[in-house]
């Protein structure tokens, strides 16, 4: 099975935080799945851009583990600035994966796979399924804005 997964947080190699999808990535993989991932150049937690991303619109890394391709897009670097500035980190992330998932992601898949935060990345697979005819899973692991609102990013309930 040929997977498209979008998801935004994606982590580096030896990045510490929430692996789940690097380690389900990797057992698909294991078992003869070819996975391409639509990721964010930004880390959720540094808010930092690794040196090799700056200035770039998208970055790929074939092979990032045997059998899965990263498509790096850009996410503007105002995510922590105010509550705007992380909309349009959120929003950068929307456009840069849809047109990289139209023009770098090329090729036949059988599904794409797309897991929140943030839930702007379901606009992408949205997009993406109707553009390429392809079935989506959404998968959303935080409710939102309820935390936005726990988290202080939202001050009015």
């Given at each position: 099975m040929k997977i498209l997964l979008i998801h935004q947080y994606f982590l580096e190699k030896g990045d510490g935080g929430g692996s789940r999808f690097n380690e389900m990535?990797?057992?698909w993989s294991d078992k003869g799945h070819s996975i391409t991932v639509?990721?964010?150049m930004?880390?959720?937690?540094?808010?930092?851009?690794?040196s090799r991303y700056k200035g770039k619109f998208t970055y790929f890394d074939k092979d990032f583990y045997p059998g899965v391709d990263i498509?790096?897009?850009?996410?503007?670097?105002?995510?922590?600035?105010?509550?705007l500035g992380r909309l349009w980190a959120y929003f950068s992330f929307v456009f840069s994966s849809i047109l990289a998932g139209l023009f770098i992601a090329k090729g036949k898949y059988d599904i794409i796979l797309v897991t929140s935060?943030?839930?702007?990345v379901g606009i992408t697979a949205y997009v993406l399924s109707v553009l390429k005819r392809?079935?989506?899973?959404?998968?959303?692991?935080?409710?939102?804005?309820?935390?936005?609102?726990?988290?202080g990013v939202l001050k009015s309930k």
């Open positions: 990535t990797r057992n639509l990721a964010g930004m880390h959720y937690a540094s808010n930092k851009k690794i498509i790096r897009c850009h996410v503007s670097e105002s995510y922590n600035t105010n509550f935060p943030p839930l702007f392809l079935p989506f899973v959404f998968e959303i692991r935080d409710l939102w804005p309820e935390s936005a609102i726990d988290t």
